[in-house]
């Protein structure tokens, strides 16, 4: 039988890369050596092909993110987008945090456009960056969390803080209307203690003790983190694409008037970042406070345990598996054991419309249009989003991940179909699968999701074998 194996390397630990080689053979003196064939003692293969590599040296990236978003045309034409998205709010919103955020926002998304073609280029994205994120995000925010005023998911995660701290469960028992209703799993409590904590008894309280506040930051946290994972140099802080991101109508509008998916956002960013990085641990940490915050961080966990199994083999992959469910039993048997009628009421069929009292979450998504056709459009509704999530599972098992990037587009590949799907569901809820797509992209520096070959690793950069001894 011919062999395969690269001569001074030993078979890989991993699934498909190895992490460790051992001593070659002695090469014979007289062995020949002609044009093009790498010097003796070398080889230029130091570890098997991964599927879908590219074994050529890497090329400037045409589609590169950054590259993209330092013309002025683009930030221009990106701030005229943001401006008239924030203005069709005051005109097409019933509600009335939504139409006073669309008031403050345009505005400030004009001058921030005016601001990328007129000032010197040194200076344009960081003004217009600050000129936007002052009026789409802290000016409104400030003002609706002075006033108290709030979407209400914000108003049940204190509630549910309260709760806990009373009773031992985040949940009603019986709940009559619609703001009763909790749909979020007990970790999202962790979010409503600051205002169990502070109060509301001045200004100052009644803004630090806002979960909205709290929301914000940890999502900055967690998106920092991955970017010093996967940023391939050492270098300052993303300050300028993070102000851009979070100053976005994508980001700043849910911030301002609820926000409470926005730490599901970056802990699903951050997850795949420590898998890359074969950081077990706290991957499996991250995964489990993601998975008792909402549901639908759970396919998170098969993904992320696929990236390390294909990288590092199935240690590394059963390690975080065991670690985040573990972690995630521990948080959600208190409540499964105590109060199990409530926790599958307002956790489970409630988000699904199936409970008497239906979901406000009513954006005209394919799956709410036809859930709007009576019990059998509902179950159609229901069918298609779990076929769309086997589809997901097969195209994740067919073709697994093979970088941070590879695994959040497979991750929000599935929540989108599932967001798209349900039978109830707002179009805020797609924040999470877009910045899935673009934030590691632009701490990776690069669009494709295929795992570079490090330089040292490049046919024309071999390494010398190292002789038994």
């Excluded at 993303?238 to 730490?263: E, F, R, W």
């Amino acid at each position: 039988m011919v062999s395969t194996r690269t001569p001074g390397f030993s078979r890989p630990r991993g699934r498909f890369t190895g992490r460790s080689r051992t001593p070659a053979p002695p090469t014979p003196a007289g062995a020949p050596s002609g044009p093009g064939r790498p010097p003796l003692g070398f080889s230029s293969r130091p570890f098997p092909r991964q599927r879908g590599e590219s074994t050529f040296p890497p090329t400037p990236d045409r589609l590169n993110p950054a590259r993209l978003a330092s013309m002025r045309t683009v930030q221009l034409l990106g701030c005229l987008i943001a401006a008239g998205w924030a203005a069709a709010f005051p005109l097409v919103s019933d509600l009335p945090n939504q139409r006073m955020w669309g008031f403050i926002a345009a505005p400030a998304y004009v001058l921030a456009g005016l601001l990328c073609v007129t000032l010197p280029r040194r200076y344009a994205a960081r003004a217009a960056a600050v000129v936007a994120l002052a009026g789409a995000v802290l000016a409104p925010l400030a003002l609706l969390a002075v006033q108290g005023r709030h979407q209400s998911e914000v108003m049940v995660v204190e509630r549910s803080a309260h709760l806990l701290l009373t009773t031992g469960s985040p949940y009603l028992p019986h709940p009559v209307v619609v703001t009763d209703y909790n749909p979020y799993l007990p970790a999202m409590t962790l979010f409503g203690m600051p205002r169990q904590l502070l109060g509301d008894g001045s200004d100052l309280a009644q803004v630090a003790g806002d979960a909205r506040i709290w929301f914000a930051l940890a999502f900055v946290v967690c998106l920092l983190a991955s970017w010093r994972l996967l940023r391939p140099t050492r270098e300052r802080a993303p300050l300028l694409p993070l102000a851009v991101l979070t100053a976005s109508p994508l980001i700043s509008l849910a911030l301002v008037v609820g926000g409470v998916d926005l730490p599901l956002i970056g802990l699903c960013c951050l997850a795949m970042a420590l898998a890359e990085r074969d950081r077990t641990v706290g991957a499996g940490l991250v995964l489990a406070l993601a998975c008792t915050l909402k549901w639908t961080a759970w396919p998170a966990l098969p993904v992320a345990a696929l990236l390390l199994w294909r990288l590092y083999g199935r240690r590394p992959a059963a390690r975080t598996t065991l670690i985040a469910l573990g972690t995630g039993l521990a948080v959600l048997l208190p409540s499964a054991l105590t109060r199990a009628d409530a926790l599958r009421e307002q956790v489970v069929r409630f988000p699904l419309g199936l409970t008497a009292i239906r979901t406000p979450a009513g954006s005209p998504l394919p799956g709410k249009v036809l859930a709007g056709f009576g019990p059998t459009g509902h179950s159609v509704s229901l069918a298609l989003m779990t076929m769309g999530g086997i589809g997901v599972a097969i195209w994740l098992l067919a073709r697994p991940p093979v970088s941070a990037i590879a695994a959040a587009d497979l991750l929000a590949a599935g929540l989108a179909i599932a967001f798209m799907l349900a039978p109830a569901g707002r179009f805020g809820y797609l924040a999470l699968p877009v910045v899935l797509v673009i934030w590691p992209r632009l701490a990776a520096r690069r669009w494709s999701s295929r795992r570079p070959i490090p330089p040292h690793r490049l046919p024309g950069r071999p390494e010398p074998a190292l002789p038994r001894g």
